[in-house]
């Protein structure tokens, strides 16, 4: 589920569609919310699929921990990639906003822990990551945990929309992970283990 504050809109040649801020979305909002309407494809079904309907699947869609597609049933499904992105994934299936974003703009994620299959480059955001790659998490989970448990706090200072979509028991152990950080869970946990190997 994503933020109701949001809507698709062309963003430019290169990037086609994206979702972007309706309204001011405030650093530490939970921004989308894996829920029990997105689809998850186990791999053993997609090799069943006709190319047309994998093409879709793999442009749409992101891999879990196990190796699953999970495609949004929503706009979700059009946020777009940035190495510098307006919100983040937390291994307890939802993302949080990391810093304000404003009307009109993108709500963006780091394609890196998304277990992408192949690696791709991207439009040059003068960064020194040109490229996702398969094992991204690997290589950044540690950085990348540290921003996480930076912007923990402030998702608990902040009015949720999002929050009945999220199990009371995943709920009640991420607020307990804030409290106590050594408890929080890494995004490593998001990682496929065969995705920098499979073919």
């Not at 791999?43 to 309907?53: A, H, Y």
């Not at 890196?112 to 480059?121: R, S």
């Not at 402030?154 to 307990?176: A, C, H, R, S, Y």
Request: with cysteine; net charge negative; aromatic share 14%.
């Amino acid at each position: 589920m994503i933020h109701p504050d949001t809507e698709v809109r062309f963003i430019s040649p290169e990037k086609g569609y994206g979702v972007v801020a309706s309204k001011f979305i405030p650093k530490g909002t939970i921004t989308w919310v894996q829920d029990d309407l997105d689809q998850i494809f186990k791999r053993d079904q997609i090799s069943c699929m006709t190319p047309l309907i994998k093409q879709f699947l793999t442009k749409y869609s992101f891999r879990n921990k196990n190796g699953d597609y999970v495609l949004c049933w929503d706009n979700a499904k059009f946020v777009n990639h940035s190495f510098t992105p307006s919100c983040f994934s937390t291994s307890y299936d939802f993302e949080i906003a990391i810093r304000d974003i404003h009307p009109g703009e993108e709500l963006t994620d780091d394609y890196g822990y998304l277990n992408v299959e192949e690696p791709f480059t991207c439009i040059d955001e003068n960064v020194f990551r040109k490229t996702v790659y398969p094992d991204d998490l690997l290589r950044f989970h540690k950085e990348w945990d540290a921003l996480l448990l930076e912007q923990s706090q402030e998702v608990l200072k902040k009015d949720q929309i999002l929050l009945d979509f999220i199990p009371t028991k995943t709920w009640g152990e991420f607020m307990n992970a804030v409290y106590n950080p050594t408890q929080m869970r890494s995004i490593l946990e998001c990682y496929y283990e065969e995705s920098s190997i499979h073919k």
